[in-house]
């Protein structure tokens, strides 16, 4: 049995106190509740103003928002699954862990595709409006699914054709090693992995020292393009979270060969680091960073709470 068997191993053999998993169940689902709600907050604003719908950036970003909260809320369903279900129908969990994995992926990419909006709009602003319209935004988010459909699907059909069919309507401890159990499926996964990192960082890096390069060149932009340098640091910073999930798995074997008496809770830090954290970093960027977005979610969270403690003065006292 080799290293990563035996952790599988360990995880499914393992329980812990009733004290321990509802503290640990209540703090996922509230950390879950919390940033979806945020979350839904944003993509409202976003629904409500105009001045959002037909900026390639602010679509962007809430495809990436709306990509966070099904991760998180797939995520969490499996997490508070393991410990009241235990075990779940292979079909059903091959669903959820395909969607986890489809959004994982999504959202790296989304990221290097806002890098490189920011690229454009600093580098070659003459040309931003023709290079980054709507109709290509939207192009662009179709792709960024269908690459991951290329990543993603080979797992199901590999695993359709190798795996008998009475395994699909077993039930399971549900995670990705034990649905898609061949080996070469983890190498492919390796692989992709280190290809997505590559392409994704390689972008970042470009756009960033494309841009201070061009913040140097040109002083009367200077202030443009050092906020854009933030964020696209910002981005990067995102991206390393989330692609912090393209090294889980060596993670998790490193902790369960340094941590074996602790390894349970070791995987809990890493669900709520690499899963959770991205996804809280979001809103924070657009949603309280940028000063249109912050302006008009300011003024509707406003309207809302004046609509909740004083709705004479919105629909009028009733004569």
């Known amino acids: ?57 602010y679509i962007l970003f809430i495809h990436l928002v709306v990509n966070d909260m099904i991760q998180l809320t797939v995520t969490i369903a499996l997490f ?11 079909s059903l969990c091959c669903f959820f ?5 489809f959004t994982t992926e999504n959202s790296p990419l989304n990221l290097a595709c806002m890098v490189a909006e920011c690229y454009v709009a600093v580098c070659l602003p003459l ?7 709507v109709r290509r935004t939207y192009v662009l988010m179709g792709l960024i ?20 069919l009475d395994f699909f309507h077993s039930r399971i401890f549900c995670m990705r090693e034990m649905v ?39 002083n009367t932009d200077a202030k443009n393009a050092k906020k854009a340098m933030n964020t696209v640091l910002l981005h990067g910073i995102q991206v390393l979270l ?4 393209y090294i889980a798995p060596l993670l998790k074997q490193l902790l369960g060969f340094l941590f074996p008496k ?27 960073r940028d000063k249109t977005f912050r302006t008009y979610l300011a003024k509707d969270l406003m309207c809302k709470v004046t609509m909740a403690t004083h709705p004479q003065t919105v629909f009028g006292n009733p004569s």
């Not at 996922?28 to 037909?54: C, M």
């Not at 690459?147 to 797992?155: E, F, K, R, Y």
């Open 1 to 57: 049995m080799n290293v990563s068997s035996a952790n599988v191993t360990l995880v499914i053999q393992y329980r812990d106190s009733f004290a321990k998993a509802m503290t640990k169940n209540v703090i996922v689902v509230a950390l879950g509740f919390s940033i979806n709600y945020i979350n839904a907050n944003l993509i409202k604003t976003f629904h409500k103003h105009q001045i959002f719908n037909t900026n390639p950036r």
């Open 80 to 90: 508070v699954f393991s410990y009241t279900l235990r075990r779940l129908n292979v």
């Open 97 to 101: 862990i395909l969607l986890a994995n």
């Open 127 to 133: 040309r931003h409006a023709q290079i980054c319209t």
């Open 145 to 164: 699914w269908v690459i991951s459909a290329v990543s993603v699907l080979p797992d199901l059909f590999i695993s359709l054709v190798i795996e008998p």
């Open 180 to 218: 898609f159990r061949s080996p070469h499926l983890i190498k492919k996964r390796d692989v992709s992995y280190a290809v997505f990192l590559v392409v994704v960082w390689f972008t970042i890096l470009y756009a960033y020292f494309r841009i201070m390069i061009t913040a140097r060149a040109a």
């Open 242 to 245: 989330c692609m912090s999930a």
């Open 262 to 288: 602790n390894y349970i809770d070791s995987l809990f830090a890493c669900y709520i680091i690499i899963q959770v954290l991205p996804r809280f970093i979001s809103p924070i960027i657009y949603g309280l």
